[in-house]
């Protein structure tokens, strides 16, 4: 399976924190607001990642993340000139999915729970049809919201609807087929000019093959596009992190559980790196491995 990262968009709800710098770049407490997304993508097994962001930026995240081999990824980009719909990742990314199972993750989207990685594996071994997450919210008419019959099957997927009928809310990590991409360039602009994912969403309702995975309670999504939400992320992640003595999104210590690098490669990152909170959390990790024969990823436990 193949991954898209969608993080373009001005940030408009921002301003004017970014007014010069994207907002998937903005920290949530130690480390930039992009790794949480691309951090649940290598939680499913998902190396070869294509990140999609505005002509204005793309060189931004070179810069950060490279051809992704630090962590035993494959980093393809792509430009997104306008903000035309989550949909149309799937025709900017047509040719780099080249008809495989993928999943697209939203750049301002961040997961967590235990057990979540299991089931993000799950999800990631799809081929047929689509597999979808959502939680629930208290201001569903701000999301695509999806319903349910007396059965708990998923009957009905409605975009920022005037009355919603639950509260359900889609979040922004969808798992599909290899379609994905020919259902998306049949879709249609919606009345506000979008492709919406949630046109292709609906594609596979129709068809009866989408899984709607509900995230209940011990799971947190939140959806970091405004000042309170990136505020709120913000204290979640460093309640945890001072709390508990772990990182969330460590991409090194998730690379290294995944098998995705070596006990080397780690070493040598853990080693040169700075003397931050995050460089030392490395350093620690590296300690214990040194001291300590069992796997690290005992202590990889979410996004």
């Not at 992704?68 to 900017?92: D, H, K, M, T, V």
């Not at 919406?196 to 995230?215: F, G």
């Not at 959806?223 to 992190?241: H, I, K, S, Y």
């Not at 006990?263 to 080693?271: G, P, V």
Request: glycine fraction near 10%; charged fraction near 20%; include cysteine.
């Amino acid at each position: 399976m193949k991954g898209i990262v969608l993080a373009g968009g001005s940030g408009s709800r921002l301003y004017p924190m970014t007014a010069s710098v994207t907002k998937q770049l903005l920290p949530i407490f130690d480390k930039p607001m992009i790794y949480y997304p691309v951090a649940t993508l290598m939680l499913a097994g998902i190396r070869d990642i294509l990140l999609i962001s505005t002509p204005r930026d793309i060189e931004r995240y070179v810069e950060l993340f490279g051809d992704g081999s630090r962590w035993g990824l494959n980093i393809a980009y792509a430009q997104q000139p306008r903000p035309n719909g989550i949909a149309e990742a799937f025709r900017i990314g047509r040719t780099f999915l080249d008809g495989k199972p993928s999943s697209l993750i939203l750049g301002d989207n961040l997961f967590f729970g235990s057990g979540l990685p299991q089931r993000l594996t799950a999800a990631a071994a799809l081929q047929n049809g689509a597999h979808i997450f959502a939680c629930r919210v208290d201001d569903p008419e701000r999301y695509g919201v999806v319903a349910f019959d007396a059965d708990q099957r998923p009957i009905s997927i409605v975009e920022k609807p005037r009355l919603a009928l639950s509260n359900w809310a889609v979040t922004g990590l969808y798992f599909y087929d290899g379609q994905a991409s020919d259902i998306a360039a049949d879709i249609a602009p919606s009345a506000r000019g979008e492709l919406e994912i949630t046109d292709l969403n609906a594609h596979y309702l129709n068809k009866d093959c989408l899984v709607v995975e509900r995230l209940g309670r011990g799971f947190a999504w939140l959806d970091t596009g405004t000042p309170e939400t990136l505020m709120a992320a913000t204290q979640f992640v460093c309640a945890l992190e001072t709390r508990q003595g772990i990182k969330i999104a460590c991409l090194e210590e998730i690379a290294l559980a995944q098998g995705f690098i070596g006990a080397d490669d780690f070493a040598r990152q853990a080693a040169s790196a700075p003397g931050s909170a995050y460089g030392r959390y490395l350093k620690n990790l590296l300690g214990d491995l040194e001291i300590d024969a069992r796997p690290i990823s005992l202590r990889v436990v979410s996004a």
